[in-house]
């Protein structure tokens, strides 16, 4: 069956963590994959989840299915964390959540639950993007258009040709907005830009659809909902695709949430009717463990704030590698100014560095960073930030 068939290239980010395994120098360093790593560069279990998890061994009774759209109480703290606990939108039930496997799996049944009441929509995406949102929507059959966003001059947001694409998309559209930590690029709009976002999207009538994988890695939870609670006052359709891989490091147990909006309750239900049919004919209901685990931190005060100090550690030391990494480059006497990196906000940076420069790092320096010069600050530790900061500066005088 497979003789005449060519093998599919590795995936742009996960086939970087795959060859990183198989080199054998002891130097390697991954900065591709957005997983986060400690000074000692491991990838630690929350404290809090460790807690929840004991918790969970001993109370738990049975394996039994969860129900199609996941446990109702997880998608009632999901809803706390995206809107804040008073929010109008929960009061009024007009918001509908479903426990999805990861962040991907999010916006793959959003994708899908679109397409089959939208078959025409378009869908519009960030130049650039997430390497895996444009394979996720082409897989579900949507024609993919690109909006202005990043402007390598500047180090910014194109913030006025960004906007000016959004006011053309036809209403029957749908705009994917990643709502902080930009991935690639680190690059946020700021509040006043949001605004005039959602009153575009108001004004025109697409569907924003919200990437929100990163809550609490930019400036903190509640600063980070502020994008999502300026889409909720506006009264419009939205979707959101959250995520608890990177802010409770439930990386492994595919534990996200697709929340649908809509202008009214009445019209949330219908919009949960056909989220439930999605699910059935995929995966039919989601795995427990991380749900669970990630439920019982957010409904417990001690061990919420405990999440709420790890997250603020995680961020803290991220932001302490950017400035190590600016610093050393300076120190090297690298040529040009990569203060931009200290600005940039995420676990990413959109480094500038060329695909010639990555391919000379992978090469010669066992150094991996996904192609386009995305790296991932939280792969740098004190132990390797002067072996990387020297790479670059060779790599760059070569
Ligand atoms: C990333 O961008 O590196 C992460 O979101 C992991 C992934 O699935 O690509």
Redesign the pocket.
């Known amino acids: 069956m497979w003789k005449e068939i060519e093998a599919a290239p590795a995936d742009a ?2 086939g970087l963590t795959e060859a990183f395994k198989k080199d054998s120098n002891p130097n390697k360093v991954n900065l ?4 986060y790593k400690d000074d000692q560069g491991t990838t630690p279990i929350l404290k809090c989840i460790k807690t929840a998890e004991k918790q969970l061994i001993e109370i738990q009774t049975t394996k039994g299915y969860l129900p199609i759209s996941g446990d109702p109480a997880y998608a009632a703290n999901v809803q706390k964390l995206l809107f804040g606990a008073d929010s109008e939108v929960i009061a009024s039930g007009r918001a509908m959540t479903i426990h999805s496997p990861g ?2 799996g999010a916006l793959r049944v959003g994708a899908d639950l679109l397409k089959k009441f939208n078959p025409d929509g378009k869908l519009w995406v960030s130049t650039p993007t ?3 949102h444009k394979g996720i929507f082409g897989a579900a059959k949507f024609e993919i258009n690109d909006y202005p966003y990043y402007n390598p001059e500047t180090k910014d947001v194109n913030f006025e040709a960004m906007l000016a694409a959004l006011e053309n998309v036809p209403s029957s559209d749908i705009v994917l907005l990643h709502v902080c930590c930009h ?2 690029t680190g690059v946020d709009l700021s509040n006043d830009q949001w605004s005039q976002v959602v009153s575009v999207a108001q004004a025109k009538g697409w569907i924003p659809f919200l990437d929100f ?1 990163y809550q609490g890695f930019g400036s903190g939870i509640g600063e980070d909902r502020g994008t999502v609670e300026k889409f909720a006052a506006a009264g419009i359709d939205f979707l959101v695709a959250s995520s608890f ?1 990177k802010n409770l490091g439930l990386y492994n147990e595919r534990t996200g949430a697709l929340t649908v909006v809509s202008p009214s309750a009445a019209e949330a239900s219908v919009a949960m009717s056909h989220l439930k049919a999605t699910i059935r004919v995929n995966y039919s209901n989601p795995p427990a463990h991380g749900g669970l685990a990630a439920k019982t931190v957010l409904d417990d005060e001690a061990l919420y704030k405990q999440w709420v100090g790890e997250l603020a550690e995680m961020r803290e030391r991220i932001i302490e590698m950017r400035s190590a990494l600016v610093d050393g480059l300076a120190a090297r006497g690298v040529e040009g100014d990569f203060s931009f990196i200290k600005r940039q906000r995420g676990m ?1 940076s959109f480094s500038g560095l060329s695909d010639e420069i990555v391919i000379w790092l992978r090469k010669n320096k066992s150094i991996y960073v ?1 192609k386009g010069g995305r790296i ?1 600050l939280a792969g740098l530790t004190s132990g390797n930030i002067d072996y990387v900061c020297d790479a670059i500066a060779e790599a760059l005088k070569a």
């Open positions: 980010i996960l591709g994959v957005g997983v962040g991907t997430w390497a895996n991935n690639p994988a891989s990413f996904v991932n």
